[in-house]
């Protein structure tokens, strides 16, 4: 198991501990068998009406959890492809459960889902990617 605490010099909106406006995320996983994840309580600048959050900070999350699989095993790329399903709304009055996890790789191309969940376990969201990883080799 591996922590990724926000770290000086990164202004990250999700997780750099140098943007004023971000959400400072701590990550966990495993690398070894490539998943991330973290829980939080989302801030209500994350609204886009009532009380559901926007779906332009759903991607964004989503996406955030799928770079972390990534990261976890030290690997840095960039998103080429997010697909998304917006299941149900990402109420903002209590705590979310980010999670990812590697499907399969093929040389630099990393294909990873993610999912969104409320306390009780329901999917709220979900995604595919394809990030393109920059220094591996295999
Ligand atoms: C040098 C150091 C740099 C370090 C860098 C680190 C930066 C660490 C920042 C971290 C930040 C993290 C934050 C969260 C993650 C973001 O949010 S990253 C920001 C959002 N993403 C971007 O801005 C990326 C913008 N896009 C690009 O720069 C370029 O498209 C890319 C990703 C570098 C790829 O360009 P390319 O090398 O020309 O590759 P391209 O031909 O477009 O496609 C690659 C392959 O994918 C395949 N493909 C495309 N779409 C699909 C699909 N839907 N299904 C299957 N295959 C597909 C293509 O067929 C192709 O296959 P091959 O021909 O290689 O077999």
Request: hydrophobic share 40%; net charge positive; with cysteine.
């Amino acid at each position: 198991m591996k922590t990724l605490a926000p770290k000086t010099g990164n202004s990250c909106f999700g997780c750099g501990a140098d943007n004023p406006l971000g959400l400072k995320l701590t990550f966990h996983g495993d690398p070894e068998k490539g998943t991330a994840w973290t829980e939080f309580l989302p801030p209500h600048f994350l609204a886009g009406g009532a009380n559901m959050m926007h779906g332009g900070f759903i991607a964004l999350l989503l996406d955030e959890v799928s770079s972390k699989v990534l990261s976890m095993q030290g690997k840095r790329g960039v998103t080429r492809n997010l697909e998304i399903s917006y299941q149900k709304p990402v109420n903002l009055s209590g705590p979310v459960r980010l999670e990812g996890s590697l499907i399969r790789h093929e040389g630099r191309k990393h294909f990873i889902k993610a999912r969104i969940l409320n306390p009780g376990g329901d999917v709220l969201a979900e995604s595919e990617a394809l990030f393109l990883v920059f220094n591996t080799s295999s």
